[in-house]
């Protein structure tokens, strides 16, 4: 069964977050559509050809696969939201508040959640 997937214009906002974690930076590009949502995302974390850097990438293109599809942003934020597979690491929000990323895909779903409730 094929699912419709949401077309991609050939150009798209985008915006890129540095979080750190335990094995460094770990940078989230969201791009999004012309109504503020998301459509795909990237992430980088550690070197390329890495384990970490084929992890994030594999990782975002599901991720922005659920997206083209119509997977409600809430529910991929929801199944990547607390996943931990290293040590909690301590970040500061451009607005002062504290919080932790437990891995991967809690790190992208915290970048994600910014955009529940800025979406038209």
Known sequence: MTTATRGRPRTLESVTTRLQTEHGALYVTVSLDAGGRPVEVFGRLGKAGGFEHGVAEL??????????????????????????????????????????????????????????????
């Open 59 to 120: 990782a975002c293109r599901l991720i922005s696969l659920h997206l083209r599809r119509g997977t409600p942003l809430e529910e991929v934020v929801a199944q990547c939201r607390g996943v931990q597979e290293m040590q909690p690491w301590p970040n500061v929000l451009p607005d002062g508040r504290h919080t932790y990323v437990l891995g991967l895909g809690d790190g992208v779903a915290q970048v994600l959640q910014e955009y529940l409730g800025h979406a038209a």
